[in-house]
């Protein structure tokens, strides 16, 4: 069914770098996400809307193994994907959280060579006797992540804890260090919840310039106009069910979208209430 | 550090000294004098307490204290008004000076105290004790006179780096000198004060900002400072001259220094609570003892020490990786319980491994004694030599060696502390999903911290049991553990210098403080709960469990973040 899509968006035509087929996830008697279906090519910005509880962040945490789906596969450059965090990240699929979750009493700098983590390989016995390879290896994991910090606008804070930085760093922060475990595909949820315009749209060029680098991009957002404005397509989850997948024109002019968000009484404002209990 | 409530905007403003009280500086003048002109005179009727403070002229040890408190203060006071007017833009002079003053009014008070009790009553106080009493108390007063002021940051001051160096080393000197002196007191009363007099300087210095520019200036000469640390500890047992029993208590120290740090990798850097710690040092002594050429060694195998040294090590690795990787996957809180039950389980089979239920390995209850003393390289560490013409004994050789082991071990530590593994245990002592997410392999790294951690121990172990010549079940129950935990968190999680401080201070202390030995659990528990209220990060905070633990303080995350600028530009 997307296939028509992509035939109106050339720029999206690379090959499918994750494809998640019939992702249903059961907690209880509660249908969380069901039978959800997504495919996402090479150098595309994929959008993920729907009301709150809709089943989004339920969908994400499916995705890269942080939870066990109840049933679907999810195949990453074609090969499935076991429901392991870390066999995600290394496969190429990396996150940021809805509610920031960063290494707080760390700083910038350690945050994104945390991220590093998965692309290094210095074991205990290396680290204590110190060797040569073991030095290039730490110089090289901080020189990349001084780079990421820089690619999001965050080079001159280097130092800061991360509890002490503003919000708006707070989020750019986490883009670095998924960035820094080298992903072929972003999932970004909710970027720019409780962000000013100006920050809002620095977010978006920041992701623009993401999938320049030859990323593909997942996001999660309640603003309109931004989900709108950056993806080549959208993908709107009401109840844990896809209601409509298509580019954004379509997904905007959609009646049971409008009617989705209007009947659940919710804007296409930022909406920051959360679902008790629907994080990680 | 307590001096941080000093705005950091201010820095860049010219430091203005509001006028106080005209009569304290005077006031403080008088009580320097005071204490200095009593310190000389006699204390005490009775010549056999307190080490002799009876002679007019001639001050003894504990007088002498009561003179360098008096100096300090002295330069506080010039500082403030006078020829050194240029430090007392930095030196926050009043908050230190209230410090000293309060600590030797406090310690004059213990001094009368200690002289009536130990003989019959005030009658055997002598004048020089009360002049010296007056003098401190007027010091005290003088510094609450004195106005507060918003000074320089101390972290921002820059001296030629000799002067650091220097100033690093003096430190390090005087600590030397003071622990010698302390080890070297006879009775308790002398010891307390001594503990009092180095509160007093301690709180003192920290207050002034000294301190917050000596620990900036080894940062800056991290190199320097190590070094320093670590020859002063080398030159200890030159100070005992031949003392057996202080040589045997700073064994007993480093020992449970060695084992500390090991424990705070596994707590302090990934953040899991090991409550049987103890066992692995038990299962390296064990081993070391089972391989030994004791009479009472149950194993023929008796290979060479370094051999037995990789094997006991080993074994408590294993044993650790038997322990944790079941639980490890499972919470913390399931891990202290398991842990708990690991340390017991370990004792009792000690206890029960004596041929009547199953093998005999351990001798029960008696223990393996007679253990002989180590051979290293054709050197017997039992026998005595002398070196500059100081005797040292079995004691220092064994005291040598451990040092060794400690900074092994501290070196194991701060370089896996800055690796990638460091960052991982931290990460996921800081949120373990997000870490999971991020592609760190939480349980590995769980595992090999624990594992890690007990080989560390196990190490510790074989030295300990040819050290003590004997080992016992009875020397590993659950206190032991809970004294290292209690190490850890009095000192400061996660800090090298925090975890040596807390060490110290618990195995020093009750050797030399015998007679509360009722009492000494009651002590420290009150102790721990002190520091819990007051300073739950310990006594040297790491800067981020500083922050992580005075969230609301704005001002403290600004400066301390500051801080870490300098540090960072200055490298
Ligand atoms: N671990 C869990 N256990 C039980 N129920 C859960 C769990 N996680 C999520 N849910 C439920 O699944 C539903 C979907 O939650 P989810 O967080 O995915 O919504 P969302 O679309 O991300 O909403 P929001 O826009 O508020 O972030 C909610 O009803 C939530 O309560
Ligand atoms: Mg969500």
Redesign the pocket.
Known sequence: MTVVEDAARPQAAGETVLEATGVT?R??G?L??NDVNLTVREGEIVGLI????????????CLTGL?KPTSGQVRFSGTPLPPKPRAVVRAGMARTF?NIRLFANMTALENVMVGRYCRTSAGALTSVLHGPKFRREEEATRARAQELLEFVGLGRSAEHLARNMPYGDQRRLEIARALATDPKLILL??PTAGMNPQETRQASDLIFKIRDSGLSVVV?E?DMRFIFNLCDRVLC?VR?EALIEGTPEEVQSDPRVIEAYIGTGEDDDE?E???????? | MTDIETPVDDISQAPVAKPGKPIAWPLGLAGVVLVIVGSFLSWSYDASILNDLSINFYPGGLQILAIIVALLSLVLLLAEKGPLVKLGSWLDVTLALRALGDGLTLYMVLVVVAISVESDGLINVNPGGYVTLVGAALIAVSAYLLPLRHLRDMSEARMPAWFEILSIAVLMAALLFVAAYALGLPDAWSFILCLVFVFTAAIGLFRSGAMTFVSHAGQRHRKVLTLAAFAAAFLFPFTQNGSDANMSIAGSVLVFSATAMGLNIVVGLAGLLDLGYIAFLGSGAYVAATLSNSAFATIGWKPPFLVVVLVGACVAAVLGLIIGSPTLRVSGDYLAIVTLGFGEIFRFSMFNLDGNNGPNLTNGPNGIPGIPDLELFGFNFGSEHTLAGIELGRFSNYYFLLLILVGGVILAFSRLNNSRIGRGWVAIREDEKAAEAMGVNVFGLKLLAFSIGAFLAGLAGTIKAHQDGAVSPDQYIFLESAFLLAAIVLGGMGTIAGVLLGATILKMLPEKLRFFSEYRLLLFGLLLVLMMRFRPEGLVASRRRQLEFHEEDEALAVAVEEEHLVIEEAK
């Open positions: 996830m907690f209880g509660l969380a996400v729907g009301p709150n509880g809709a089943g989004k962040t339920t969908f994400f945490n939870y809805q949820d909710e999660i309640h989850l844990g909406v209430d959360d679902v008790p209990g629907g994080e990680v």
